[in-house]
């Protein structure tokens, strides 16, 4: 069966330092990865989805950037993190088909807060 | 441009009675549907989609929801509620055909079961 997982779980970082999150899944192949941001009012904001390894479509402009170094690797980055970007961040994998159907499949989340 | 609401912020059911948490929908097409799950600091669990064909959809447990075209709706169900059933709930809209792999999320719904 397919899993998800995300670390850290929760991580506490000064404001103007870098960030590192990371994603992988297993038990597929050639999935399609997504970034979410929950803020505490509750909403989902896709940041980034990945269709394969290099490819990386933003859906927000921020201060944040992803990379898919290898096929269920997803990675969440930042050069200096803002108090903005605190958040509960989700990541997401889906079966890659032509239609637009498929089911997201999340992880556990990071929860961040930015001191 | 896809999008949902979910009227309510919060539901409150005694335990044994049943539960409907409301959902509606815009799409310029036709839509694909889900319902996820959220516990407390955990991702979403997927609870269920409609994708085409019988406009009642059964899902994980216990859980089903009912597509209406007519009223842009597909409300989640569930005949007899349990207190392990309060979370926060998710309804989330796709449409057919569209370019982009952004799923848009509700804000959410609290459901409460009281005991």
């Known amino acids: 069966s397919q899993t998800i997982h995300q670390w850290p779980a929760t991580l506490v970082q000064p404001v103007g330092s870098p960030l590192s999150l990371e994603c992988t899944v297993e038990?597929?192949?050639?999935?399609?990865l997504y970034w979410y941001r929950q803020a505490a009012g509750r909403g989902l904001q896709l940041l980034f989805y990945s269709v394969g390894i290099g490819q990386i479509s933003s859906e927000v402009p921020q201060n944040l950037s992803a990379s898919r170094p290898q096929d269920r690797q997803f990675i969440l980055s930042s050069k200096k993190l803002l108090l903005s970007d605190s958040g509960f961040y989700l990541c997401a994998w889906s079966v890659r088909t032509s239609g637009r159907g498929e089911t997201q499949y999340f992880g556990p989340g990071t929860r961040l807060l930015v001191l | 441009a896809q999008s949902v609401a979910q009227p309510e912020d919060q539901v409150n059911v005694a335990e044994g009675n049943p539960l409907t948490v409301k959902c509606t929908y815009s799409?310029?097409?036709?839509?694909?549907l889900f319902w996820y799950v959220q516990y407390p600091n955990r991702g979403l669990q997927f609870l269920l989609k409609?994708?085409?064909?019988d406009n009642l959809v059964k899902g994980s447990y216990g859980f089903e929801a009912e597509f209406n075209k007519s009223q842009t709706s597909f409300h989640l169900k569930k005949p007899s509620a349990l207190v392990s059933d309060s979370a926060l709930y998710f309804c989330a809209v796709r449409e057919w055909g569209a370019g982009s792999y952004q799923l848009t999320f509700g804000k959410g719904t609290k459901l409460s079961v009281i005991p």
């Open positions: 038990g597929t192949s050639n999935p399609n």
């Open positions: 409609y994708i085409t064909g």
């Open positions: 799409v310029s097409g036709n839509p694909y």
